[in-house]
């Protein structure tokens, strides 16, 4: 069993830098794209980050199952225990395809459906966020420096909402939901990153409507729950991440949900 401390967590945000240096030595420079079954993209990125995370965390937990969206086929269900690795070797791919920066390499641990530590680094940006359970959530730059977070309350009464909305990803569902919401105004951003700048109180909100996966938000409701924040269904429910005992497509789909910060009520 994992003990969830600061040198596991130090040991995490490492090892993402190591994948997230590996991405950007293949953003530098041209490189092919590939479309899979299920009709996302693939890079040589994603690829190479997937083997540096598999080959470290089975190093340093070797009895903890991985479920990558790499390698789905490989992951039997979590241990004794009820822990596995959930990763996205390349969260934002389509970011990445465009050359916005806006991609990060998420990490998190699940222990009985829930994550208990999480790590999003987002290498262009040179940028990482990570929390884990009873140490909180941290912002750090490629220096090493750790600062802590924390979600920001709503808005005071009359100030707008400050909603973060996917860049790649639109739904028609939006408006209606932004129409109840009140005054807001609307930053479009990819990847993890949204829920992350509500971790660090630079948002309020960020609904999503559409098919996401595990490994899309493991890593940032581990962040976002830690900095006094929520990642809920729009019932209310934390996101879970029970898993059987393989990972289909249908296991591995999220509900919609929509991410809060501080105190938030939904609307």
Not at 6 to 34: C, N
Not at 250 to 262: E, H, S
């Amino acid at each position: 069993m994992p003990t969830i401390n600061k040198a596991l967590l130090k040991s995490i945000e490492q090892l993402a830098w190591e994948a997230g240096e590996a991405i950007m030595q293949v953003y530098r420079r041209d490189f092919a794209v590939e479309i899979k079954a299920d009709n996302s993209p693939l890079t040589e990125a994603d690829k190479v980050a997937h083997a540096i995370i598999a080959r470290g965390l089975q190093a340093l937990t070797p009895d903890v199952p991985i479920l990558s969206e790499e390698d789905t086929q490989s992951f039997k269900g979590a241990n004794a225990e009820g822990f596995y690795w959930l990763v996205d070797p390349l969260d934002g791919t389509k970011e990445f395809i465009k050359r916005n920066d806006e991609f990060t390499v998420n990490i998190a641990l699940i222990e009985e459906g829930r994550p208990v530590l999480g790590v999003v680094v987002a290498p262009a940006l040179k940028l990482a966020y990570l929390a884990a359970r009873g140490l909180g959530a941290f912002k750090a730059d490629d220096d090493g420096q750790w600062q802590p977070i924390r979600a920001a309350s709503p808005p005071l009464k009359g100030q707008p909402w400050r909603v973060l909305g996917s860049r790649s990803h639109a739904d028609s569902r939006l408006s209606s939901w932004l129409g109840e919401l009140g005054k807001y105004h609307l930053q479009p951003m990819g990847s993890s990153l949204k829920a992350c700048f509500i971790a660090e109180g630079n948002a309020d909100v960020y609904p999503r409507f559409g098919p996401t996966s595990l490994w899309d938000t493991g890593a940032a409701q581990a962040v976002v729950e830690q900095a006094g924040g929520r990642v809920v269904t729009f019932d209310d429910q934390p996101l879970g991440y029970a898993m059987l005992e393989d990972a289909t497509s249908a296991q591995v789909l999220n509900p919609d949900f929509v991410v809060w910060g501080r105190a938030a009520t939904p609307c």
